[in-house]
């Protein structure tokens, strides 16, 4: 039996996308061949690869704006170094709000200099900091917009006169901003769009071409964006699957209707969080995060009860990530509202029996 997936990343995907994938592994579209065996040169993958950039700004209404989708390879890690080498001249801003943020700042250090606009570092990234005004001399600001180890959110973001580039891994796709705010977005695709082998950077080519080091073919976004996504081979079977699921979206209305069902199920469990005694939140209120729901038990010792109820109830991947324990359950676009449900009843039935 299918069970409830939390996983926070590789990610729960829709089972109708998971079946074509399948099917195009055996056969693609019936032209006897495996998608996975043909050259990625070839029509039917082009094609695949076109309509997946261009869906990717249709669905976040940037298209005709300036904007070039890649799908590029080396996870959403390559891309804090692939931002550091193209934009970074002497000095960026980065706003420090959880771990991948602050693996980013690591990163851009190799660079140049790094200016923490703000850090909520020594309260364990338990919310957003405050920022108070972002010089214009940066170079640009990095932002990570949710935190997917401690589960914050940021719900608004700055007005900025330098390019303002964006973490999206965990949340993009997921409700409605005005994404034109961005200069710069990456995501990698097995958050809250498609399997690991991808992500998907958006960058505004106004920004690009700037900085005066010598940039290596493979890390520049002008020579990706010249040569449409295929400098080099393509992540294919991640690319075509992140396709699927972005078709699954756009059928079903798009970012309203996910909005819509990602906010009903953060209310289910974040109410029942406040609710039931025996379990407390760990990021602060104002700054919850939709997609992935931090907590702990306020009672260690149900923790063995707790956890053999989950499990018996078919529910996976709620284990806190390793850095900070207790439990995560990272409710992305594809998971039904039932599967959140059933976690509640779990939590409620916890506090019966207690
Ligand atoms: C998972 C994650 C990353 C790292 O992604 P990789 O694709 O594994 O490199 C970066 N940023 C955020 C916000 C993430 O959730």
């Known amino acids: 039996m299918k069970k409830h997936n939390f996983s926070a990343g590789p990610c729960i995907l829709p089972q109708e996308v998971l079946l074509k994938a399948s099917e195009a592994v055996q056969d693609f579209n019936g032209c006897?061949?495996?998608?996975?065996?043909?050259?990625?040169?070839?029509?039917?993958?082009?094609?695949?690869?076109?309509?997946?950039?261009?869906?990717?700004?249709?669905?976040?209404?940037?298209?005709?704006?300036?904007?070039?989708?890649?799908?590029l390879t080396g996870g959403a890690s390559m891309e804090f170094v692939r931002v550091a080498y193209n934009l970074l001249e002497t000095k960026?801003?980065?706003?420090?709000?959880?771990?991948?943020?602050?693996?980013?700042?690591?990163?851009?250090?190799?660079?140049?200099?790094?200016?923490?606009?703000?850090?909520?570092?020594?309260?364990?990234?338990?919310h957003i900091p405050k920022m108070f005004g972002v010089a214009n001399d940066l170079d640009y600001l990095h932002i990570t917009s949710n935190n997917t180890i401690h589960g914050t959110q940021m719900k608004s973001f700055p007005k900025v006169n330098i390019p303002l580039v964006c973490d999206m891994s965990s949340d993009i796709f997921s409700k409605q901003l005005d994404f034109s705010q961005f200069d710069l977005i990456y995501a990698g695709a097995q958050k809250n769009m498609g399997p690991s082998g991808t992500q998907l950077v958006i960058v505004k080519e106004d920004i690009l071409g700037k900085v005066t080091r010598k940039i290596p073919s493979i890390l520049d976004y002008q020579v990706q964006i010249a040569?449409?996504?295929?400098?080099?081979?393509?992540?294919?079977?991640?690319?075509?699957?992140?396709?699927?699921?972005?078709?699954?979206?756009?059928?079903?209305?798009?970012?309203?209707?996910?909005?819509?069902?990602?906010?009903?199920?953060?209310?289910?469990?974040?109410?029942?969080?406040?609710?039931?005694?025996?379990?407390?939140?760990?990021?602060?209120?104002?700054?919850?995060?939709?997609?992935?729901?931090?907590?702990?038990?306020?009672?260690?010792?149900?923790?063995?009860?707790?956890?053999?109820?989950?499990?018996?109830?078919?529910?996976?991947?709620?284990?806190?990530?390793?850095?900070?324990?207790?439990?995560?359950?990272?409710?992305?676009?594809?998971?039904?509202?039932?599967?959140?449900g059933v976690l509640v009843d779990v939590m409620s039935e916890l506090e019966r029996k207690a």
Do not use: C
């Open 32 to 71: 006897g061949l495996s998608l996975i065996e043909m050259s990625h040169r070839s029509k039917e993958f082009v094609d695949i690869m076109e309509n997946a950039r261009a869906l990717a700004l249709e669905i976040l209404n940037l298209e005709g704006k300036g904007y070039k989708a890649l799908f």
């Open 92 to 126: 960026a801003g980065y706003l420090n709000t959880g771990t991948w943020s602050n693996n980013a700042i690591k990163e851009a250090k190799l660079f140049g200099e790094v200016v923490e606009v703000a850090s909520s570092k020594n309260e364990g990234f338990n």
């Open 227 to 340: 040569k449409d996504s295929m400098f080099n081979t393509p992540a294919v079977f991640p690319v075509y699957t992140t396709m699927l699921n972005l078709e699954w979206l756009k059928d079903l209305g798009g970012i309203p209707v996910i909005e819509e069902l990602n906010n009903k199920k953060a209310q289910l469990l974040y109410s029942e969080i406040d609710l039931n005694p025996l379990f407390k939140g760990y990021a602060k209120e104002e700054d919850r995060s939709t997609m992935n729901a931090t907590f702990t038990l306020t009672d260690e010792k149900l923790k063995d009860t707790f956890d053999a109820m989950w499990k018996e109830a078919g529910i996976s991947g709620i284990n806190g990530h390793r850095s900070i324990g207790g439990y995560r359950a990272s409710m992305y676009n594809a998971m039904p509202l039932e599967s959140v």
